[in-house]
C-alpha cells in the first residue's frame, strides 16, 4: 500500500511552460517531504525538500508548496527546459524513521 | 570524488541462481539502504542498515539477503526464492538518522531473468 500517492503519471508541456506535479499523503507524522529527479539509466538525485512548518520553498525554477491541512504537497517547474525531462518522485518520511516512502513518479517531457 | 558504486550495471540471472549485487560508498555514512524500482510502481525498500553488523527487512525482504561487514559495503544477494527479480536496483546511503535525512543513490544495477 503506497503511503504517498503521486499524479499524474506523465505530462507533457511545451518549453516555457509551468509542470505541475501533485502528491498526497496520510500519515500524519511524516515530516519531511523531498523530491527527487531522476534520467534515464541513472539514480534520483535530490531536487528540492520542504518540512511542514513552512508552507512554500523556492530554489531557482523549482518551488514546492505544502497543504498541511490537506495533507497534500506539489512541484512547480516554473520556464520548463527541456533538459528538465526526467521522472519526477517525491517522498516523505519521519524524522525518527530511516525509511522513505515513494510516489510512483511523474514522467515530465518538456518539448522545445 | 565521493559516491556511490554500484555494480555491475547490468546482469543477468538464470532461473533456480542466486546473484549478488554490489555496492561501496565512500561518503563514510552510517546508514545505506537498497531499494527496487519497477515501471509505474515508483521505489520500494528492500533492506537498510543504520551500523555495521545490523541491518533490517524493508517492505519487500522476501527473497533478498544482505550483509554489513564493512561501513562502506552493503552487498544485496537475490536468491532463487525472489520469483519476479527483473528490475533496476538502487543503493543508498545517508549520513545517519535525524529529519531532513538526504538519501544519496548510486547509478542503479539492471537485473534480467533469462
Known amino acids: 500500500q503506497q503511503q504517498v500517492k503521486q499524479s499524474p503519471q506523465s505530462l507533457i508541456v511545451q518549453k516555457g511552460g509551468i509542470s505541475i506535479i501533485n502528491c498526497a499523503y496520510e500519515?500524519?507524522?511524516?515530516?519531511?517531504f523531498p523530491w527527487y529527479q531522476q534520467f534515464p539509466g541513472k539514480g534520483p538525485a535530490l531536487l528540492i525538500a520542504?518540512?511542514?512548518?513552512?508552507s512554500e520553498k523556492k530554489e531557482g525554477r523549482f518551488t514546492i508548496s505544502f497543504n498541511k491541512s490537506a495533507k497534500q504537497f506539489s512541484l512547480h517547474i516554473m520556464d520548463s527546459q527541456p533538459g528538465d525531462s526526467a521522472t519526477y518522485f517525491c517522498?516523505?518520511?519521519?524524522?525518527?524513521?530511516?525509511?522513505?516512502?515513494f510516489g510512483a513518479g511523474t514522467t515530465v517531457t518538456v518539448r522545445a | 570524488d565521493g559516491g556511490i558504486t554500484q555494480s555491475p550495471k547490468y546482469l543477468f540471472r538464470k532461473e533456480g541462481q542466486n546473484v549478488t549485487l554490489s555496492c561501496e560508498q565512500n561518503?563514510?555514512?552510517?546508514?545505506m539502504y537498497w531499494y527496487r524500482q519497477d515501471p509505474g510502481q515508483g521505489l520500494r525498500l528492500i533492506y537498510y542498515?543504520?551500523?555495521?553488523?545490523?541491518?533490517q527487512k524493508g517492505d519487500i525482504a522476501e527473497g533478498y539477503s544482505v550483509s554489513r561487514e564493512k561501513k562502506e559495503s552493503f552487498p544485496l544477494t537475490v536468491t532463487s526464492a525472489q520469483k519476479n527479480p527483473t528490475a533496476f536496483y538502487l543503493c543508498a546511503s545517508s549520513i545517519g538518522q535525524f529529519s531532513g535525512n538526504t538519501i544519496y543513490f548510486g547509478e542503479g544495477s539492471w537485473l534480467t531473468v533469462v
Open positions: 561518503l563514510n555514512h552510517d546508514a
Open positions: 500519515n500524519t507524522a511524516f515530516d519531511y
Open positions: 517522498a516523505a518520511s519521519i524524522g525518527s524513521d530511516y525509511k522513505l516512502s
Open positions: 520542504i518540512r511542514p512548518d513552512v
Open positions: 542498515s543504520q551500523i555495521v553488523n545490523d541491518f
